[in-house]
C-alpha cells in the first residue's frame, strides 16, 4: 500500500485536504503581487512563481506529518484570469477615458495647428495688402516680423484721426525694417 494512501489517505483525500488548499493559497498570494495587466503580460513568471509556492506549501505541510518530498507540482497551467464584472467594467472605463483623452488631445493639437495656420496667412495677406497699398511693385516690403522688430510701429490712418489732428506717423529707420 502506497505511503500517501497509509499517512493521508484516499486520492480524494489528497487533493482536498492538501492539493486544493496549497494551490488556493499559492494563486492568492502570488496574485496579489501583481496588477491585472501585470498578470497577463507576465504570465509565464506568474505560473513558475505560483508552481514554486505550491511546492513550498506541499513540503512544508507533508514535513509536519514526516512525508517530506512525498508529492511535487510538475506543471502549472494558467488558462485563464477570470475577473469580476464589476472589475471588467473598470478596465473598459479606464480604456475608454484614456481614449477619449487622446481623442481630446489629438483635437486640440488640431485646433493649435488651424490656428497657426490661419494666422500665417493673415500675416501674408497683410504683407501683400501692404505692398499694394504702397504701389510699389517688386521692391522689398518689410515683413510683419521686420515690422515688429522696428523701432516703431507702421499704423494706418483712421479719416477721423486725420480730422481731428490726431493722427502721428511713427519714426523709425528704415535701415532697421529691412535687415
Known amino acids: 500500500m502506497p505511503l500517501t494512501l497509509q499517512k493521508i489517505g484516499t486520492r480524494g483525500v489528497v487533493e482536498r485536504t492538501l492539493i486544493a488548499p496549497s494551490i488556493m493559497e499559492s494563486v492568492k498570494a502570488i496574485t496579489a503581487l501583481y496588477t491585472a495587466e501585470q498578470l497577463i503580460t507576465r504570465r509565464d513568471e506568474v505560473k513558475a512563481k505560483i508552481q514554486e509556492q505550491i511546492n513550498s506549501f506541499l513540503n512544508e505541510t507533508l514535513m509536519e506529518k514526516d512525508l517530506a518530498g512525498l508529492l511535487t507540482i510538475a506543471n502549472v497551467a494558467i ?28 483635437e486640440k493639437l488640431r485646433r ?18 501692404l505692398r499694394d497699398r504702397s504701389g510699389i511693385q517688386g521692391e522689398r516690403q518689410p515683413s510683419s516680423e521686420k515690422r515688429k522688430r522696428s523701432k516703431g510701429t507702421l499704423s494706418s490712418f483712421s479719416s477721423e484721426s486725420l480730422r481731428n489732428g490726431t493722427a502721428r506717423c511713427p519714426v523709425f529707420r528704415v535701415a532697421t525694417l529691412y535687415r
Open 112 to 129: 493649435v495647428t488651424q490656428a497657426e495656420a490661419a494666422a500665417a496667412e493673415r500675416t501674408l495677406a497683410a504683407d501683400a495688402a
Open 79 to 106: 488558462t485563464d484570469f477570470d475577473f469580476s464584472a464589476e472589475f471588467n467594467r473598470a478596465i473598459e472605463e479606464k480604456v475608454r477615458a484614456e481614449q477619449e483623452a487622446l481623442k481630446a488631445k489629438n
